[in-house]
Antibody, heavy 118, light 107 residues
Framework: QVQLQESGPGLVKPSETLSLTCTVSGGSISYNYWSWIRQPPGQGLESIGYIYHTGRTTYNPSLKSRVTISVDTSKNQFFLNLSSVTAADTAVYYC????????????WGQGTLVTVSS | DIQMTQSPSTLSASVGDRVTITCRASQSISTWLAWYQQKPGKAPKLLIYKASNLEGGVPSRFSGSGSGTEFTLTISSLQADDFATYYCQQYNTYSRSFGQGTKVVIK
């Protein structure tokens, strides 16, 4: 049974880069799609983007200029970098394993709260 | 971008009620739609994928239907464990999008 765990700083200063790691256990990161999704406090879900194990990425157009998702198959990890953050980027960030040839999030990590504040 | 609109935003119901949540897409998404359940402080849980396919381990009282632009999630007999927020998500395009959520509360 695959498990996902997000990790990274819980506090980031405005204008800096938010960096998170998702560690996958109980299964290989290869031959799958992997997603990042976020949820501001008290609000709904927003897709950030996703990556195939080869490194091919797709990003939400509204975040595309600031987002980089990458993967390290040797460590069974994938990563999120979000640059030039503001208070509007404060959210719970989830990583997820996707399913299907038309992929969608299937198995989610528990999420990690990232607050943007000076 | 495809906009997803759920209705209602909040639904008040009693245990045993039949509950229906609607999700509308701003353009056709075929059947590329998933439904998730989220409880406070928890990650979303997949209920339905490809509009009508029940995820393994999900109770059969949950069902999904629809295609094109209109979709429904039905709970045939609401149980205490079902009070939660429900989200639809389209994955027809590379730019996925979620509905704003429907909160099911106790009447």
């Amino acid at each position: 049974q695959v498990q996902l765990q997000e990790s990274g700083p819980g506090l980031v200063k405005p204008s800096e880069t938010l960096s998170l790691t998702c560690t996958v256990s109980g299964g290989s990161i290869s031959y799958n799609y992997w997603s990042w999704i976020r949820q501001p406090p008290g609000q709904g879900l927003e897709s950030i983007g996703y990556i195939y194990h080869t490194g091919r990425t797709t990003y939400n157009p509204s975040l595309k200029s600031r987002v980089t998702i990458s993967v390290d198959t040797s460590k069974n990890q994938f990563f999120l970098n979000l640059s030039s953050v503001t208070a509007a980027d404060t959210a719970v960030y989830y990583c997820a394993k996707d399913m299907g040839t038309m992929p969608f999030p299937y198995k989610w990590g528990q999420g990690t709260l990232v607050t943007v504040s000076s | 971008d495809i906009q997803m609109t759920q209705s209602p935003s909040t639904l008040s119901a009693s245990v045993g009620d039949r509950v229906t949540i609607t999700c509308r897409a701003s353009q056709s998404i075929s059947t590329w739609l998933a439904w998730y359940q989220q409880k406070p402080g928890k990650a979303p849980k997949l209920l339905i994928y490809k509009a009508s396919n029940l995820e393994g381990g999900v109770p059969s009282r949950f069902s999904g239907s629809g295609s094109g632009t209109e979709f429904t999630l039905t709970i045939s007999s609401l149980q205490a464990d079902d009070f939660a927020t429900y989200y639809c998500q389209q994955y027809n395009t590379y730019s996925r999008s979620f509905g704003q959520g429907t909160k099911v509360v106790i009447k």
